[in-house]
């Protein structure tokens, strides 16, 4: 069955980088469009970046165009976000979602969801 576990969140500073790490089991990886999206108390689940099948193209939100990049190996299955110059309002659970050939940014865009990672940025 189709698995993805990320890893990487914790407590930093502002200012402060970050790498997460979304690893895929049980599907054929280089077909799945990858996408992280985060999700704060009391507020919906927000689009924060997506990388396509190829690696060829991807798309941020304003909110973190600039601090944020978004990759993918395709070798080892896994999709990353580096994540610089963090700010407090960038604390959520972070998650990693797929869907085969998507590429949208809504949630409901994506079947595969991981179990998500915490980030949080004190002031």
């Known amino acids: 069955q189709v698995q993805l576990v990320e890893s990487g969140g914790g407590l930093v500073q502002a200012g402060a980088s970050l790498s997460l790490s979304c690893v895929a089991h049980?599907?054929?990886?280089?077909?799945?469009?990858m996408v992280w999206f985060r999700q704060s108390p009391g507020k919906s689940r927000e689009f924060v970046a997506a990388i396509n099948w190829t690696g060829s193209r991807t798309n941020y939100a304003d909110s973190v165009k600039g601090r944020f990049n978004i990759s993918r190996d395709n070798g080892k299955n896994t999709m990353f976000l580096q994540m610089n110059n963090l700010q407090p309002e960038d604390t959520a659970v972070y998650y990693c979602?797929?869907?085969?050939?998507?590429?949208?940014?809504?949630?409901?865009?994506?079947?595969?969801w991981g179990q998500g990672t915490q980030v949080t940025v004190s002031s």
């Open positions: 979602a797929a869907e085969q050939y998507g590429y949208g940014t809504d949630s409901e865009d994506y079947g595969y």
């Open positions: 049980g599907v054929a990886f280089d077909t799945y469009t």
